[in-house]
């Protein structure tokens, strides 16, 4: 069965900082991968998906960047936090040529800029 | 305007009772239509796609009008279990879903 692994789960960080979330999925191949945000009391936001190693869309214009250097690999960053970054981060893997449009999320990043 | 657009609710919901709400869509390229639920600071999860002609999931009914761009979600027998928060979900062509901002069910005794 394919399981969705995201980390860490929750952290505070000041405005400035570097974020590195990351995302692993096991059990399929050739996952089309995704990370959206959620801010409180609003919907998802998809910020980067990709469908293939190294090959990443952006969604939305910020100062978030997003890797996958491994096929089953997703890692968001940033290099200087923005009190603006802070939400929920969902990974989210679908599986590779079909549209069924269901999306597996990970248990997702709490993240608090301060 | 959103593109995809949810009363925030909350719905208040005795339980027992049926529960219905809508959700409407600008991009008429829109092909596909889903329901997800979402509790309280979990992710979310598929609950049911939307068929042309309408389905049915036990005690979940989704209905979707293309000519007015709106889908819907009947619950009927509301269980307290059902109390989360229900997103509307649209994919055009490609695999891009777009989410709404939910609306948010809460059944009481």
């Known amino acids: 069965s394919q399981t969705i692994h995201q980390w860490p789960a929750t952290l505070v960080q000041p405005v400035g900082s570097p974020l590195s979330l990351e995302c692993t999925v096991e059990?399929?191949?050739?996952?089309?991968l995704y990370w959206y945000r959620q801010a409180a009391g609003r919907g998802l936001q998809l910020l980067f998906y990709?469908?293939?190693?190294?090959?990443i869309s952006s969604e939305v214009p910020q100062n978030l960047s997003a890797s996958r250097p491994q096929d089953r690999q997703f890692i968001l960053s940033s290099k200087k936090l923005l009190l603006s970054d802070s939400g929920f981060y969902l990974c989210?893997?679908?599986?590779?040529?079909?549209?069924?449009?269901?999306?597996?999320f990970g248990e997702g990043s709490r993240l608090t800029v301060l | 305007r959103k593109e995809v657009e949810q009363d925030p609710g909350p719905f208040n919901v005795p339980e027992g009772a049926t529960v219905a709400f809508n959700c409407t869509y600008s991009?008429?390229?829109?092909?596909?239509f889903f329901w997800y639920r979402q509790d309280c600071r979990k992710e979310p999860k598929l609950l049911m796609s939307?068929?042309?002609s309408g389905n049915e999931d036990g005690r979940f009914t989704a209905q979707l009008n293309r000519a007015s761009q709106y889908i819907s979600l009947l619950i009927r027998d509301s269980k307290l279990s059902d109390s989360a928060t229900y997103l509307c979900?649209?994919?055009?062509?490609?695999?891009?879903?777009?989410f709404g901002g939910g609306t948010r069910v809460l059944v009481k005794p």
């Open positions: 991009n008429s390229a829109s092909q596909s």
């Open positions: 059990g399929t191949s050739n996952p089309n």
């Open positions: 989210a893997w679908s599986r590779a040529g079909t549209n069924t449009g269901e999306l597996f």
């Open positions: 990709s469908v293939g190693i190294g090959q």
């Open positions: 979900v649209t994919r055009a062509a490609g695999n891009k879903l777009t």
């Open positions: 939307v068929y042309s």
